[in-house]
């Protein structure tokens, strides 16, 4: 079920946009309510993927403008933030489900095919539509993809210990849902402060977690929950079945993803 | 890969990232025509900023020195509302690209409050537009030759140019009339470390790429700079400017010895003998309304106060004047062709405090009563201090002028002699042989 709004309503705290979309609605797949926009006219679509529900689609806001001036641009808010519908079990977060909203909000805004740009844990949902909905896919790019490949990510360990309640949480040690729940927003700061090491990146800090604001820690615990891709063997299974061009992008100081991850995916897809 | 950048590189880096989705997702066509060197006109494209109509003014009596001084120079101006406004009926070439530049006006407008406008934080949140207008600017000039780029407080396009050095093109002038964000009071600490980031940044930028900026051109004295500093462990704003910038003098945008004898002035303006006129104006925005509002309110006891009182309202290309108060004998108008004529013959002005109208009654030697916007630090630090040198217009403070308080600050300023230092007339000849230089 498809439904068209005027165009995205701003929420209070939202500043001025370059651009508003031409058109905006929402799909409802499976229960959830998932928010699309479209920008400018064309053959060609550029599909803007959602990330992490820690943010939602606005974090796109330098693209979309620039990139609507050439081409179409469709991007939707992921589950889980936004103005989409933040369910709560944790199945709801599976990979498989974000692919699935994806094609749904192809076909609810009659995309055919589309160039897939995705960031970070965007990255793995890319590809499982792409592999399986080749059609549909003209050219996949990947900034700063979260898939398991080596080497391993600084927070490794506490990662494995998400779980587990701590004395105290210090640094990556604030990668643990105990501490999400109870500090959320020091959490936002923290992460966000690994996302821009940058220098003099505050407005884009802020930013992001003005957006993580937008949703829960319970919802963000149910993501990091679901099943993921597990090692390389999953992401080589994936890429066998993708056959477009792809463009890796990826930053030499990235203290969430290592860049040599990103090569290496780049290389496994043939670059 | 982006060497240097973090995880979001798309939202640190947009210019880069921008353009290596554009050449991946469909390039841009090859252009089909390509003109030698020797062959190619003379011109320059001028960026100029939308935020209040001051520049308009200024730039045009730039552009027009500058052509003086290269009478073959072509000026293209990438540019919005409301300076497109005063462009066109000066018959400039507007790009046909500034269509679609997103505005910056509009944003400011939502930014406002009563008599309000944090104008840092709303220059910050205004990154997502002033990003989306480098864009349109980097398709102008890689399609479009130029000789030189001006931008007068175009931020966009000296911060990109600084963040992406390699997309510098062409000879490129930066003109503004203040230097330095500071915080206001009210912000504390985590303010001030906001602004000192910022300073620090552009401090950096010049330090590390010097050719960026070919010329860097103060609209004013160093007189006019503030004696602050940028911030903890950063140098003084008027150190670093003075070693960094040219100074132009101010630049009017008028000659006010071409007013003519403003006896004759009021009367070709309709002004009677005897009559005390105060204009009431807060310039092209439509952040001024509630400062009108209380002017008005003000109206009947200073018309007890001065009987030859004769007021005009402006409300302005964004303000409804049928939204306003009236009073018998009060007149408000939408707009006042050639204002800055009717600001030069009038006894009294009550404006906002914005850079271009006060120095216009200075350089005009009208008295004037002056509303810094709150939270406003270039209004409340920056202009304060340059009008404070040349003694000019009495400063109010929106909170604490009741209407009683405005009608007898009228009675007191109106008609009154004054004594401000002088302004230059020579501004735009001099900015222009500065910028001209780069030809």
Known sequence: MTTTVERG??????????????????????????????????????????????????????QIPYLARHCRVLTFDGRGNGRSDRPAELDAYREEEFAADALAVLDATATERAVVVSLSRGAERSLLLAAQHPDR????VFIAPAVPLPPVVSRHRAAQEFEEPRDEYVDWGKWNRHYWVENYEDFLEFFFSQCFTEPHSTKQREDAVGWGLET?????????????????????????RVDCPVLVIHGSE???????SGARLAELAGG | MLEGSGHLP?????VKVNLLLRDFVSPPPRPSRWVRGKSRRKRALYVSSPIGLGHAQRDAAIADELRRLHPELEIDWLAQHPVTAVLEKRGERIHPASHFLANESAHIESE?????????????????????NFMVFHDVVRDDQYDLWIGDEAWELDYYLHENPEQKRAAYAWL?????????????????YLTADYNAEMIEHIARFPRVRDRAIFVGNPDDVVSDSFGPDLPLIRDWTEEHFAFAGYVTGFDPRELGDRERLRAELGYREGEQVCIVTVGGSGVGGDLLRRVIASFPEAKELVPALRMVVVAGPRID?????????????????????????????????????????????????????RHHFEQNFHVRHRLERYGSGRCMDFATASPSVIANAIAEEIGREVDYQPVETDGAARAAALIAELL
């Open chain 2, 10 to 14: 798309h939202a640190r880096d947009p």
């Open chain 1, 254 to 260: 990235d203290a969430i993803r290592p860049c040599a």
């Open chain 2, 112 to 132: 406002s409050a009563e008599h309000d406008l944090h104008c840092f934080q709303a220059i910050r949140r205004m990154d997502e537009i002033l990003l989306s």
């Open chain 2, 321 to 373: 004047p049928a939204s306003l108060p009236t009073h018998d004998g009060l007149e408000v108008r939408t707009y006042v062709h050639e204002l800055y004529r009717h600001l030069a013959a009038c006894d009294l002005a009550v404006v906002q405090g914005g850079l271009t109208t006060s120095m216009e009654l200075t350089a005009n030697r009208r008295p004037f009563l002056y509303f810094p916007l």
């Open chain 1, 216 to 240: 829960t820690a319970e919802t963000l615990v149910a993501t990091q929950l679901a099943p993921r891709l597990q090692d390389e063997g999953g992401v080589r299974d994936l890429l066998a």
């Open chain 1, 9 to 62: 309503a701003d929420t209070a705290s939202e500043q001025t946009r370059a651009r508003y979309p031409d058109q905006a609605g929402y799909v409802r797949r499976d229960g959830v309510n998932l928010y699309w926009e479209v920008y400018g006219s064309g053959d060609l679509t550029v599909f803007l993927m959602p990330t992490w529900s820690i943010i939602h689609s606005r974090h796109w806001k330098m």
């Open chain 1, 137 to 140: 896919v003209e050219k996949l």
């Open chain 2, 176 to 192: 503004t009339d203040f230097v330095g964000w500071l915080p206001m009071g009210d912000g504390g600490e985590h303010e001030a």
